[in-house]
């Protein structure tokens, strides 16, 4: 069985994804494992049609695909996004389709369902069968309990691989509707003061008669001041985050004297009071630009740097069928302590009601930003910044001593058992909760117990 690893990692050779392959192929060599380097080698793939074309010929000629891949930033690393956006834009959707695939994925267990659910998506798109997606912390080749695991999962993912295509194959992801509208903005009747605040508008805007081009410029006219854009498509940002970490030591990029990246981040994207993020649905998520303007803000690595800024979105596609997208992108903000602050898409197919949707974003974040709001943490930052809290506590500090600094300053490090005097109070009540009748008369008091504080509150 020939199976083509179609691989995301930028590091090529030295990516520790593909040691996990390298693993099943140790252990499996009754299938033919043929690696494809399509994160390192995204420039000449992007440029050089007959090296595209010779590659898009290898997958034709394999029997399945697994795509292997590090999480970079929720989804997967913007070389391999640019890579899938190839393969619709040049329609050589033909060499995946009636393959069965599934993909391996290694992380540190951030966001990597949310990789997983990208793909998932993709290979259904590109006509195959999915068969699930084993999701590695990316040590787990070390312990022997995950190197049965992954034993476990080759053989079920090499079973699956034989099967028939013709048999019945129900899909979780439907296809997203194409839409053929083109929102026309109108004129403002009313301009809305900014207070001071200033707006900047980070956008992908390669053709100005879209949807979002119009979305974009709407927006703009309806402030006084008009808020500052930058036009992704127009930036000298050519390449995407290598993963080489230098950026670990003192947030210092490796491309820094390469291009204007980190310039405009941090004199235009930091600075903002009100962040407008636009972007064109591809494939099951934005562009790779905006993918990659993401990822390339990794060199501030796990310190959060929206600042408690207002975050709006302005999205042309099918967003709605795309939960995927909305999760990983209203996360992404909260993850760097900004509020989501709305979207607006060109869904509505009308474009007095975008009109008056791009009206309403506007007064909201300007409402927002004055009243210095963030909405408190659920699930995704909390969770989130546990892992990212107990990842920098442990050897990982010695890559990133910038975050190991900021969490100590800023009080990331906030494990339960280093508050002492609740501790011991919790241990002392254990004990005395083995004696039965004091279990029983804790019991009664439960319910009263736990409103008692907030009661004293209300009254303070």
Partial sequence: MKIAVISGSPKGRDSATLRYVRFLQLNYPQADFRIEHVGQQIGKLEKNNAFFDSLIDRIKEADAVLWATPVYYFVVPSQLKRFIELVFERDRREAFSGKTAASLITSIHFFDHTAVYYLHAVSEDLGMHYGGSYTAEMNDLRRRREKRRLLSFGKIMLAFFETDPAVPYCRTYPVSPAGNFVYQPGKPEEKIDPAGKRIVIVADLENTS????????????LFIEQPELINLA?????????????CGAENRCF???RDSFRDFFEDKVKKADILIIAGEIRDRFLSARIKRFMDRSFYMNHVPYFGNKQVGLLIAGPLGHNANIRDILESYIRMHD???AGIVTDEPASSKEIDALLEKLAADTVFLAGEGYLAPPSFPLVGGRKIFRDFIAGPAQLVFPADYRYYRENRFFDYPHRKRGLQAATVILRNLLKIPRFRREFSKRIVKGLVQPLDRSLSS
């Avoid at 879209?210 to 006219?221: E, N």
Wanted: with cysteine; aromatic share 6%; glycine share 12%.
């Fill in 255 to 257: 491309y820094e004297k």
């Fill in 234 to 246: 127009d930036k000298d940002i050519s390449l995407g985050c290598r993963g080489c970490l230098a």
């Fill in 338 to 340: 900004g509020n989501p």
């Fill in 210 to 221: 879209t949807s979002l081009a119009g979305m974009v410029k709407y927006l703009m006219a």
